[in-house]
């Protein structure tokens, strides 16, 4: 008996899936290319009732993923409405939003097959050619300074240590740019500064 296929993608997966960051998928929700939704239990929002997956609006939840600056780790939802849908239903106060963080924000299988047919984009694969920069080098450097040092305060900082990283430790000081480090890493770095579970 075989299993049936998934339903839901965090866009933590979606991410590194493409290899973009979560900003990108975002934006790409803002012009309408996919709807971001979060699985939620009963919830009342403008006096409707809901729950199970709704849709967020993309400008609510880019907090938590901005490109630069210090990006929420969970924000207040305060407008939801139902996938597929056009109206959005409003809370009027903040004790009826919902309060959601970065792993709460999915798409579904349907809307992530439908995208990656209209775009052309193929999954990244291990067979390609070999790679101009020593990545997994650069991945142990970043482990091991975590562990000594912790996080850095933002993602920026980090992406400016591995380029640092690789000017320093190439034989012509060449590094990747500060968007293919960031694109590499983003995933990770929103893991790392996920909450830990009580």
Known sequence: MSLPPRAL????????RWGCTI???????????LEILV???????????????????????????????????????????????ENWSVAHSPE???LIDLHDLM???????????????????????????????AYLAMMIRIHEHGLPESLTELVAEMQEWFIQNSADGDAPDESTIRKR??????????????
Request: glycine share 8%; aromatic share 8%; hydrophobic share 45%.
């Open 107 to 137: 798409i579904t299988a349907d809307t992530l097959a439908k995208f990656e047919e209209r775009h052309r984009v193929c999954r990244r694969s291990n067979t390609g050619p070999v790679r101009k920069y020593d990545w997994e080098a």
């Open 23 to 33: 900003a990108d998928i975002v934006e790409w929700a803002f012009a309408g290319h």
């Open 39 to 85: 699985a939620i239990p009963p919830t009342r929002f403008g006096g409707e009732l809901f729950s199970d997956l709704v849709a967020v609006a993309p400008s609510d939840v880019l907090r938590m993923c901005r490109r630069f600056g210090v990006a929420h780790d969970e924000i207040l939802i305060l407008r939801v409405r139902g996938p597929g849908t």
């Open 185 to 198: 890493i983003s995933a990770i770095w929103h893991q790392l500064r996920a909450p830990v579970p009580a």
């Open 96 to 98: 009826e939003g919902l």
């Open 9 to 16: 993608y965090s866009l933590i997966e979606v991410s590194a």
